[in-house]
């Protein structure tokens, strides 16, 4: 069973895994991923809330259904992922980190030299 976050929407998070999957390669670009019913059912969900997953990864350009053969990964699905969540950390999470780094202190050049460190 799948454990969720309280603080976004399951379908999201759905969302989220599935782009996950499709980053570490486990489906393919134009390969076929499980049914709403096959992930519903292994994420021990509603198959609604797959299908609202499923339609918001249509219209992100990461899935394409292929009527009567299923769901797939679209050729493009790894750079439109990656691009969304490159979006999604500069206007969301880099701000806070800033923001951070102000309350504690922390010089910008000490990130950066970490940063250089784990290259």
């Known amino acids: 069973m799948a454990v969720f976050n309280e603080n976004k929407p399951i379908y ?13 390669r486990k489906y393919a670009e134009d390969s076929r991923i499980p049914s709403v019913r096959e992930y519903a059912a292994a994420l021990e969900v ?3 809330t797959v299908v609202r997953s499923y339609d ?4 992100k350009q990461v899935i394409y ?3 009567g053969l299923g769901y797939f ?4 699905a790894i750079g439109n992922i990656l691009a969304a969540r490159r979006i999604q950390f500069m206007e969301e ?5 800033f923001t951070r780094l102000r309350q504690l202190d922390i ?11 784990k290259e």
């Not at 010089?107 to 460190?117: Q, R, W």
């Open 46 to 48: 509603n198959v609604n």
């Open 65 to 67: 259904n292929r009527r």
């Open 12 to 24: 999201l998070q759905i969302a989220d895994r599935l782009c996950d999957e499709i980053l570490e």
């Open 107 to 117: 010089p910008i050049e000490e990130i950066v030299a970490l940063y250089h460190e």
């Open 56 to 59: 918001y990864l249509q219209e």
């Open 93 to 97: 999470e880099l701000p806070a980190f």
């Open 73 to 76: 990964v679209a050729p493009d």
